[in-house]
């Protein structure tokens, strides 16, 4: 299924053609050869190995060594030309930020935690994360830098470059978050929704054959991020994934962020858990706070994580009937937590058609609190990369 949504903007199309599919995949590192590329992207070995050839000449690609192979003779090892550059990426959450550095083939470091006031807007918030970002960037080389990545709690418009209603960050909607670090940092930015880095992220580290998954992201809001034949898949308006505002008879009539009544955030989000605790007569103003209690084996906040794991899974088990995915992925705070993982897993399995559970891996994102840097940087590399690649076909 191709991804539909409009990415075309200032004379640089998004990842779409067969050159810049290659460029993505040696990017992430879920190949490393022609071989690889040609089983990945369904294409005839002779198309790869002409449009490999074509990126080496431009010096995008670069060829080191061989990796012997199971008969046949040894395949040239493939990686990007110049891959000694990197991106800087940065998670955004209420009140901090995830930020770190990541390399071509997916790798990661210089991962910290670091203060991010959103409640009070772009323009007080963002000087301080640019701050961070350029210091980041001297460690490794500034001259170095390709592309910086990131990752939003709340819906983006990819094609202009903002986040548009989002319900936990007062005063962003709208503000041209894109184009600020773009004129900050003089190279491609890629703005991306939590959910969705975090799916292509978990995505790029797994097994080659699982070409169709689900990552769930619960953490005060719940977002799913969709991967369709290896590609992220953004729907019609951007909006595939948005599980969160599915209206369930649990919900009744309690008010969602959207407007709306009975939302699946209204029973089985963290910012749902922490209200549900302190109708309880329990002391809690924060996730990490139902996380806390719920570790230590308390139970009432055991009780209701394995509640709200139930109501996510009775939503999810529509969705993966319907889309009969290889995997779903459980990301998020209150993922870490093992009686919602269970009951997420159990609603699933008692939901969902045989068929679609037989070989279905239910399992937390193997990255954990990294998945959202590593798609964000991902995104980031693939824009840079793009962006190159348009510019040296085009002169």
Request: with cysteine; aromatic share 4%; charged share 20%.
């Amino acid at each position: 299924m191709p991804d539909r949504s409009p990415t075309h903007r200032r004379g640089v199309t998004g990842v779409s053609s067969l050159s810049e599919r290659v460029l993505e995949l040696l990017a992430s590192g879920q190949a490393t050869t022609r071989t690889e590329l040609a089983e990945l992207l369904g294409a005839a070995p002779s198309t790869i190995s002409l449009t490999v050839g074509q990126l080496v000449a431009l010096g995008l690609v670069a060829e080191e060594g061989t990796r012997s192979s199971t008969g046949g003779r040894p395949r040239k090892v493939l990686r990007l030309g110049g891959s000694e550059g990197f991106a800087i990426a940065a998670e955004l959450g209420g009140r901090h930020a995830h930020v770190g550095v990541v390399l071509p083939g997916g790798g990661i470091t210089d991962v910290s935690t670091v203060p991010f006031p959103t409640a009070d807007g772009p323009e007080a918030a963002l000087p301080g994360l640019a701050e961070t970002l350029e210091a980041l960037a001297e460690q490794h080389g500034r001259h170095l830098l390709r592309g910086v990545g990131l990752c939003l709690p709340g819906p983006v418009d990819v094609e202009s470059g903002v986040v548009t209603l989002p319900a936990r960050m007062p005063g962003w909607n709208s503000f041209p978050i894109r184009a600020w670090l773009e004129d900050r940092f003089g190279v491609p930015v890629a703005i991306e929704n939590d959910a969705n880095c975090m799916a292509v992220g978990e995505h790029s580290v797994q097994p080659a054959g699982r070409r169709q998954s689900i990552m769930v992201k619960t953490g005060s809001g719940i977002g799913a991020g969709v991967i369709v034949d290896g590609r992220l898949y953004r729907g019609g308006s951007g909006a595939a994934g948005e599980i969160t505002h599915v209206r369930v008879e649990a919900g009744h009539a309690i008010p969602c962020s959207c407007g709306n009544t009975g939302c699946l955030e209204t029973v089985a989000s963290g910012a749902a858990l922490v209200r549900i605790l302190r109708e309880r007569g329990l002391d809690v103003t924060s996730v990490e706070d139902v996380v806390r209690l719920a570790s230590d084996a308390d139970p009432e906040a055991t009780r209701a994580v394995r509640q709200a794991g139930r109501y996510l899974g009775m939503v999810l088990a529509a969705n993966v009937n319907f889309f009969n995915p290889d995997a779903v992925y459980l990301g998020g705070i209150v993922s870490t937590l093992e009686p919602f993982v269970a009951a997420v897993r159990s609603q699933l399995y008692e939901g969902c058609h045989p068929l679609v559970t037989k070989h279905l891996v239910i399992e937390r994102a193997s990255l954990g609190a990294d998945a959202g840097l590593v798609g964000a940087g991902q995104f980031a590399l693939q824009h840079a990369l793009a962006h190159a690649l348009h510019t040296v076909t085009a002169t």
